[in-house]
């Protein structure tokens, strides 16, 4: 099982019938009233408002004899939302949004939406039509447009938190600032770098990396993933053998993931893999997440059981799943 990265991948099956035999067309498909999802996170927040509203105030000041200019046509001002995949190969307006998606075809019985970090993707029987794709998108427009909205709004707060890879440069580690210090004698004892306590009160905590001054910043990059690395792996293993007895349950190996679409997952034989960028978090955000692949040990689904599981030794479960969800980690782009 898997857990989605930065809360984005949602996906809202849409059940159509089969075909049928002889000369009779398959029904147009018919959306359930809220989708049904296969992926960890449930679109459960507020929507995001796609629009900003414009209003023109009557003018105040004495007439002018100069003649006014044309006032700019609305559909110039109010250009409509518009999101695109990358490997759009299909375009439709939904409600005031113009979106361009991913068509798939697949072998399933239903119509599957995905809305993650690059956009709409669909995926769909062979047999059913363009025309019945594009009904049942515009039935859950709603959705649709929420979630899109969502992601972008994540998208450019990733982007607005993207490391400045330099002497000073500021990146989250446990939730908190941490500050990078180029060390160029290496005055620390551990391997590559090392946490250092805050110089003075209200600082952030610094973190020394063996290098000059003068170092590119793609080297500075490599230095300080190598070192999240490391902590990474210690931290996890920590945490997974905190938790691995609470639940009753035993994990064989760890497996660092850089993944870009999910936070870990989990197989029955008891290997474990968690994305290093959970170090960004805070470390109740990253207990969520080993203790959500952990309960994968015993209840290989996300029913019910699943999630009394969670809760045995994380009641609290709920709120950490939505910080996860919501809050944004840098971009290492």
């Given amino acids: 099982m898997a857990l989605e990265l930065f809360g984005i991948a949602e996906d809202a099956d849409k059940p159509v019938p089969e075909p049928t035999t002889g000369s009779q067309k398959p029904a147009a498909p018919r959306a359930t009233p809220d989708g049904r999802s296969r ?17 023109a105030e009557p003018a105040l000041l004495a007439p002018s004899t100069e003649a006014s200019p044309a006032p700019e046509p609305l559909s110039r001002v ?3 939302a518009s999101f695109r995949h990358p490997k759009a190969n299909r375009e439709l307006l939904l409600g005031n949004a113009r979106v361009a998606y991913a068509l798939t075809r697949v072998r399933r019985r239903s119509i599957g939406f995905v809305v993650d970090a690059d956009g709409l993707s669909v995926r769909a ?11 049942a998108l515009k039935e859950k427009s709603d959705w649709i447009l ?17 490391i400045d890879w330099r002497n000073g440069g500021i990146f989250p580690l446990y939730g908190e600032p941490l500050r990078i210090v180029l060390d160029a004698e290496h005055r620390f004892k551990e391997r590559g770098g090392a946490l250092i306590d805050a110089p003075y009160p209200g600082a952030p905590r610094e973190l020394h990396i063996a290098l000059p001054s003068t170092a590119e ?8 993933h190598a070192w999240l ?44 893999c968690l994305n290093w960028r959970l170090l960004h978090f805070r470390p109740s955000v990253i207990d969520y997440v080993v203790v959500h692949e952990l309960s994968h040990l015993r209840v290989m689904d996300h029913s019910p059981r699943f999630w009394e599981t969670v809760a045995t030794v994380m009641p ?18």
């Avoid at 992926?39 to 209003?55: G, H, I, V």
């Avoid at 910043?217 to 300080?224: G, H, N, S």
């Fill in 316 to 333: 609290d479960y709920k709120v950490l799943r939505r910080s996860l969800k919501e809050e944004a980690t840098p971009s290492w782009e």
């Fill in 217 to 224: 910043p793609a080297k500075i990059r490599d230095a300080v």
């Fill in 39 to 55: 992926r960890l996170k449930q679109a459960n927040d507020d929507s995001q408002d796609l629009w900003a509203e414009f209003s």
């Fill in 125 to 135: 029987p062979a047999w059913v039509t363009l025309s019945a794709i594009d009904d």
């Fill in 229 to 272: 690395l490391r902590q990474a792996r210690a931290h996890f293993i920590e945490r997974l053998n905190h938790y691995a007895p609470q639940l009753g349950v035993r994990w064989t190996r760890l497996r660092l993931s850089s993944a870009q679409t999910r936070w870990g997952s989990a197989r029955s034989d008891g290997s474990i």
């Fill in 78 to 80: 109010l250009q409509p």
């Fill in 146 to 162: 929420r979630k899109l909205g969502d992601a972008q709004l994540r998208q450019q707060k990733r982007e607005d938190a993207r």
